[in-house]
RNA sequence: UGGGGGGUCGGAUAAGGGUAAUCCGGCAGACUUUGGAUCUGCACAUCGAGGUUCGAGUCCUCGCCCCCCAGCCA
């Protein structure tokens, strides 16, 4: 969006951004997108770069890349790795703008300092259950603690050796001075310093100290000279102490606004709980896709073109909500639909013999490559006597509105012949495992000289020719809408989709996927997106369903047996 | 019973005193060599009660409901 020629309504936040300019209360725009290095990003993430690097971006700013990385017992190099990858594969960059919060330990102990010096901080030996107590609950007001009137002096002489290492971990922190009996929980002499003596993945073993995240954040920003700190809602509470902070420091003020996170159903969008499911076991890992992590998006298959689709849509706002799943699935069809190239793969097959074509012939029939794109050309397919077509494809009684194979039936076989059932060959079971058909060579390549019509097309391989390959069908990860919508003593995991993963083995691909790369995405005809996993050795394809093509069959079976 | 936010179709966003709109989803139909895509149509909303006004989703008053905050997490 560029702004001014778009008549597109803009978002509270961008409206707020445009005023700010128009009145000169700033004159440029600088955003940051500020990640803790201790998860992988996910979906919700995606829709706050959207917002930081996306407004900037439009108001002709910048936006820097900051790892709030204040707690070093939870951090990790392996996810400051993960997140620039996302970062930059979902189309944003930050150019020479990689900066750190441990970029500014040194800054921030000055600026701790010069609060203590200033009456405004004090070291406090309190420990952590009885600085509990001392906060009072939200209808009561806390007491001070008896540490809160230490000289300058003193304080300054406890912090130096806080930060010298003389101390153990817990026994003292640093406060600051505001009001213990304020409504604001944040404002009740909160902690801005306290003594970790672990090591740090970016500063080692230099510090044993360590600022609090509210303590170092909106310095952070003051330092990089941002000037609209865009985060979600948790964070409204805090601003009045951002502002404290900053004001008794006397350095620049960033305007902060707060806009909802994303929820969406059917999954969980809390690094919390993705953690677990990883550690559980109950996913194969943070880049499972069934995971709503961009990691997972992408080895499913997502795009990060549908991904931004989707940002966009979704909007930006105030109110706690709950996107529906489904517009994600939309943005990716609709995304794939322009650019994947279509393919025949039989996931579940049913031999078909057709009697009438010669055994040891074999022709090649042409295919379009993407019918919604011609630039991407044609290919060839091998067509032969014995094939292998979806068992779904093929009912021996079928119900009303049922178009597809049935005995005495024609079909179109996509690209190739009509088809006709003549008959049905069963095992022991009774189960239909081979279909004798005959061909009408009259209708090579799909129309009929005479006219005649078919009702269904369907797809199919050549047995003699196909590639043999595994499919993931991934279904959402909770059954509920709300995966915390659970009684009480129970949690999320409750409604874990037992069947969020069916692996089939025994599918068939046309013999043009062979060579085919890992993340490569293809439609297979009437079934949906595929994405090579790179699982996929040489001969032994592994496929993963993104998302199925719309079924309107489905929906009129599923009418059927309601109705 | 403190403090901070929020309530518009089933979901998500618009409308900033003047026709409640758009997208997803749902339903129905057209078309179709993917029961895909595309196209057309239909249904469904301003939390409640007062007030101001020619006119209120929008302004005022009083309610109701929902979310967040009592980490030495971010």
Known sequence: MTLGDSNQPMDFIRVAVMDDLKA?????????????????????????????????????????LRFDDTNPVKEDVEYVESIQQDIRWLGFDWEDRLYYASDYFERLCEYAVTLITKGKAYVCDLSADDIREYRGTLTEPGKESPYRNRTVEDNLDL???????????????????IDMASGNINLRDPVMYRIIH?????????????????????????????????????????????????DALDIDRPRQIEFARLNV??????????????????????????MPTLSGLRR????????RDFCDRIGVAKKDSMVDIALLEHCLREDLNK???????????????????????????????????PSAGTRTVPFSRVLYIEQDDFRENPPPKYYRFAPGREVRLRYAYFLKCVGVV???????????????????????????????????????????????????????????DVDGGQDFLENLNPDSLEVLTGCWVEPSLAESKPG???????????????????????????????DQWARIERAQRVG
């Open 24 to 64: 000169g209360r700033y004159s440029r725009v600088h955003t940051r997108f500020p990640p803790e290095p201790n998860g992988y990003l996910h979906i919700g993430h995606a829709k706050a770069m959207c917002i930081d690097f996306g407004i900037a971006a439009e108001f002709g700013g910048q936006c820097n």
């Open 159 to 177: 912090f130096a050796r806080m930060r010298a290492g003389e101390f153990p971990d817990g026994s003292r922190t640093l406060r600051a001075k």
């Open 198 to 246: 672990a090591t740090h993945h970016r500063t080692g073993d230099a510090w044993c100290v360590y600022p609090m995240y509210d303590f170092a954040h909106g310095q952070s920003d003051s330092i990089e000279g941002i000037t609209h700190s865009l985060c979600s809602l948790e964070y409204e509470d805090h601003r009045p102490l951002y502002n404290w902070y900053l």
């Open 265 to 290: 159903s059917f999954t969980v969008l809390s690094k919390r709980k993705l953690l677990r499911l990883v550690q559980g076991g109950h996913v194969k890992g943070w880049d499972d896709p069934r």
């Open 300 to 307: 499913r298959g997502y795009t990060p073109e549908a991904i």
């Open 339 to 373: 650019r994947a190239p279509r393919v025949m793969g039989v996931l579940k097959p049913l031999r078909v013999v057709i009697e009438n074509y010669p055994e040891g012939r074999v022709e090649e029939v042409a295919a379009v490559n993407n019918p919604e794109d």
């Open 426 to 484: 069963k095992d022991a079971q009774g189960d239909v495992v081979e279909l004798t058909c005959t061909y009408d060579p009259a209708t090579r390549g799909g129309d009929a000289p005479d006219g005649r019509k078919v009702k269904a097309t369907i797809h199919w391989v050549s047995a003699a020719h196909a590639v043999p390959a595994r499919v993931r069908l991934y279904d959402r990860l909770f059954v509920k809408e709300d995966p915390d």
């Open 520 to 550: 490569s995405i293809y439609q297979f005809e009437r079934q949906g997106y595929f994405c090579l996993d790179p699982d996929a050795a040489k001969g032994s394809l592994v496929f993963n369903r993104a998302v199925s093509l719309k």
